[in-house]
């Protein structure tokens, strides 16, 4: 299949499948963090505090699941998984954000907040992964890893 306007990487795969597979992974991952996050926020916690952790929790699980399911990277894990965090940092940042508007500024519930949240966060992390996270390093740098 061909590619949806973004170059091919990793292995010959298209754009198309890895994003097909990253919705896999992603679904699985978002689902059950979504659950948990509805059932800990209507026992008590706080939202944020809620999504942080969480939010920890979904990024530690999907990392095995993007490198060797979604990208089919096999690049180091030190450089990979530095990068993986770093784009974290800035989707936890992105979600934050989110939550500022539709809570603080908005009015609306912390649900709805972190439904869009999940949506948001999932299209910039697809395009992070793939361009910056889990790139094929071969064939934009030599042999490097």
């Not at 973004?6 to 754009?15: A, D, E, I, K």
Request: with cysteine; glycine share 14%.
């Amino acid at each position: 299949m061909k590619s949806i306007g973004f170059p091919h990487g990793g292995g010959g795969q298209s754009s198309f499948e890895q994003l097909m597979r990253y919705g896999l992974v992603g679904l699985t991952v978002n689902l059950a963090g979504y659950a948990v996050y509805l059932l800990v926020t209507y026992l008590g916690a706080p939202p944020r505090a809620a999504m942080t952790v969480l939010y920890g929790v979904g990024a530690f699980g999907g990392f095995w699941g993007n490198k060797r399911l979604t990208f089919r990277h096999e690049g180091g894990v030190l450089r990979t998984a530095t990068r993986y965090v770093l784009a974290h940092c800035l989707g936890y940042l992105i979600n934050l954000a989110i939550f500022a508007v539709v809570i603080d500024k908005l009015g609306y519930p912390h649900q709805w907040a972190q439904a869009i949240g999940v949506f948001v966060v999932a299209g910039y992390l697809f395009l992070a992964f793939k361009f910056f996270v889990f790139r094929d390093l071969t064939s934009s740098q030599g042999a490097e890893r």
